[in-house]
C-alpha cells in the first residue's frame, strides 16, 4: 500500500518562503509520478507542480519560477521549495501519488493515493 506524509506548511508573510515535504512509501519518490496539489476554501482542488518518473516536471502557470519540486533528505521524500509567497498561495497543500500519470499538473484524477494534507497560510 502507497502512503504519502506531507508536512511542512505554516503561516508566512508574504514574499516569504516555505518548504513542504512529502514522505512516500515503500518505495523512493522516483518509483512514482508524483504531484502537489492544492485547494484553497470554496475551490476545487488543483495541480501545483508534479514529477514524472523520467525526472521532468510540470509546474501551474501561477507558481512558475517560484514553486521547485527536488528531492528532500532521503529518496522517499519530495520536497516544494515555495518561495515568493503570495496570500493567493493560502490554501491546503497535498501530495500525491500514483504508478502511472500523464505529464502535466491537470492529471489529478490519475492520482491514486494522497497525503493528508498541510495547511499554508501567506498574509499580505
Known amino acids: 500500500q502507497v502512503q504519502l506524509v506531507g508536512s511542512g506548511g505554516g503561516s508566512v508573510q508574504a514574499g516569504g518562503s516555505l518548504r513542504l515535504s512529502c514522505i512516500v512509501s515503500?518505495?523512493?519518490?522516483?518509483?512514482?509520478?508524483m504531484g502537489w496539489f492544492r485547494q484553497a476554501p470554496g475551490q476545487e482542488r488543483e495541480g501545483v507542480a508534479s514529477?514524472?518518473?523520467?525526472?521532468?516536471?510540470s509546474y501551474a502557470d501561477s507558481v512558475k519560477g517560484r514553486f521547485t519540486i527536488s528531492q528532500g533528505n532521503a529518496k522517499n521524500i519530495l520536497d516544494l521549495q515555495m518561495n515568493s509567497l503570495k496570500p493567493e498561495d493560502t490554501a491546503m497543500y497535498y501530495c500525491?501519488?500514483?504508478?502511472?500519470?500523464?505529464?502535466?499538473?491537470?492529471?489529478?484524477?490519475?492520482?491514486?493515493?494522497w497525503g493528508q494534507g498541510t495547511q499554508v497560510t501567506v498574509s499580505s
Open positions: 500525491a501519488a500514483d504508478w502511472r500519470c500523464d505529464p502535466g499538473v491537470r492529471a489529478i484524477k490519475q492520482y491514486r493515493f
Open positions: 515503500p518505495y523512493t519518490y522516483d518509483s512514482y509520478c
Open positions: 514529477r514524472v518518473k523520467d525526472g521532468s516536471t
